[in-house]
């Protein structure tokens, strides 16, 4: 693999140039507000995995301004691995905080959202208009199905996950139409990616904080 191979995959870039993505690049500013809005929400509340999110949602941040700075290969491997490992953190804490399962146990359902993804980005793959979106299109329908699945047990999170959910649909709705419409808006959508995605990454965040509180009032 060449890690400085450039990556050209944007609307707005026009060039290998540092900054070829001024808007892309910025926006990722979004994502560090967002982490310091749940850093003063979360601290001292005892809630170390809400604590660990936060970081992952600063790293998240970082990794995508790389990318949208240097693109080439190892930047975007900054990118999505920071992705990954929020989803993978967030299903555990879930698993373990709002199903009540072992942590054992918790671990194992987590892992199996590495298989689920496989399944099913092929099949949202099929969908006209998602192209590269569809890999992360598993992650609203799999929130959705939780919150399905939670609503009689725990109403309120379950609708704080399916607000989540909407708002990740929209954002990988504008990351979908960055290249479609690129003729009408020259600097393209891919921005409203990284401001939704940081309202949504912060919410979740914030719901599952709000679980917590409400469970240790109970």
Do not use: K
């Not at 590269?132 to 996950?161: C, E, K, M, N, Q």
């Not at 909407?166 to 959508?189: N, V, Y």
């Not at 599952?208 to 509180?213: A, E, N, Q, S």
């Amino acid at each position: 693999m060449d890690w400085f191979q450039e990556i050209d995959g944007y609307c707005e870039r026009l060039s290998p140039a540092y900054w070829a993505e001024p808007i892309n690049a910025v926006t990722n500013a979004a994502f560090l507000i967002a982490t310091f809005v749940m850093w003063r929400r979360v601290r001292g509340q005892g809630m170390p995995l809400a604590m660990v999110l936060v970081v992952i949602l600063a790293a998240i941040g970082v990794g995508s301004y790389l990318f949208h700075t240097h693109a080439q290969v190892w930047a975007a491997m900054a990118d999505v691995l920071p992705i990954l490992l929020y989803i993978l953190v967030y299903i555990f804490a879930i698993n373990r905080d709002v199903w009540h399962m072992r942590p054992l146990a918790a671990g194992i359902v987590t892992a199996l959202f590495l298989p689920y993804a496989a399944a099913t980005v092929p099949l949202f793959q099929l969908v006209p208009g998602l192209g590269g979106s569809a890999a992360y299109a598993p992650v609203p329908l799999l929130i959705l199905i939780y919150a399905f699945l939670l609503r009689h047990r725990v109403p309120d999170t379950a609708r704080g996950l399916a607000i989540g959910a909407m708002i990740l649909i929209a954002s990988i709705t504008f990351r979908a139409l960055d290249e479609p419409i690129c003729g009408q808006i020259p600097f393209g959508t891919h921005f409203m990616w990284h401001i939704l995605n940081a309202i949504m990454l912060g919410w979740m965040i914030e719901v599952y904080r709000r679980h917590l509180t409400r469970a240790a009032q109970a």
